[in-house]
T-cell receptor, first 116, second 110 residues
Framework: SQTIHQWPATLVQPVGSPLSLECTVE??????LYWYRQAAGRGLQLLFY??????ISSEVPQNLSASRPQDRQFILSSKKLLLSDSGFYLC???????????????FGSGTRLTVV | GQNIDQPTEMTATEGAIVQINCTYQ??????LFWYQQHAGEAPTFLSY????GLEEKGRFSSFLSRSKGYSYLLLKELQMKDSASYLC???????????FGAGTQVVVTP
């Protein structure tokens, strides 16, 4: 069965510090991978998605970046965090070629980031 | 682009029925999902509609009208554990990317 791991669960970082969040998927190959952010009381905003190694599409201009160094690994980074980067970050995967109508995306457990 | 609208909050009594509406505008359409999200947790899949009509899964049902750009999620026999945010999401003109609405917070009272 497929599983998705995301860490850390909680993170408190000072303004201007770097960020690295990691997400890995097991039990499938060549998944589509996604990074979403959810601000307090808001919906999910798509940040980045990837259909293959080294292929990253950015949805929203910001000081974040994403990389996919391996087929099932997706990393979200920042060189210098801003206060506005605080939020709940979710990694998700779907099968290649489209979303499975039986379960849609499968989400990781999320990372609560607080920038202070 | 896409625009997805749903009410911010709804309150209902335990045992009652609540209907959460979602309207959308999109240049293409490849399906609509409903997710449930408890506070501090990841969203979990509830339903998927791509054709017009009603899909029923136990206490949860979802309806779609593509011509009206409209869907609703119906929650029956409400339980306290149903207190959560319910997210409407669509696949528009780009297969594989889900765009989410802001979510509807449902509060179930005793």
């Amino acid at each position: 069965s497929q599983t998705i791991h995301q860490w850390p669960a909680t993170l408190v970082q000072p303004v201007g510090s770097p960020l690295s969040l990691e997400c890995t998927v097991e039990g499938t190959s060549n998944p589509n991978l996604y990074w979403y952010r959810q601000a307090a009381g808001r919906g999910l905003q798509l940040l980045f998605y990837s259909v293959g190694i080294g292929q990253i599409s950015s949805e929203v201009p910001q000081n974040l970046s994403a990389s996919r160094p391996q087929d099932r690994q997706f990393i979200l980074s920042s060189k210098k965090l801003l206060l506005s980067d605080s939020g709940f970050y979710l990694c998700a995967w779907s099968k290649t070629g489209g979303i499975n109508p039986n379960y849609g995306y499968t989400f990781g457990s999320g990372t609560r980031l607080t920038v202070v | 682009g896409q625009n997805i609208d749903q009410p911010t909050e709804m309150t209902a009594t335990e045992g009652a029925i609540v209907q959460i509406n979602c309207t959308y505008q999109t240049s293409g359409f490849n399906g609509l999902f409903w997710y449930q999200q408890h506070a501090g947790e990841a969203p979990t899949f509830l339903s998927y509609n791509v054709l017009d009509g009603l899909e029923e899964k136990g206490r949860f049902s979802s309806f779609l009208s593509r011509s009206k750009g409209y869907s609703y999620l119906l929650l029956k026999e409400l339980q306290m554990k149903d207190s959560a945010s319910y997210l409407c999401a669509i696949i528009g003109d780009s297969w594989g990317k889900l765009q989410f609405g802001a979510g509807t917070q449902v509060v179930v009272t005793p």
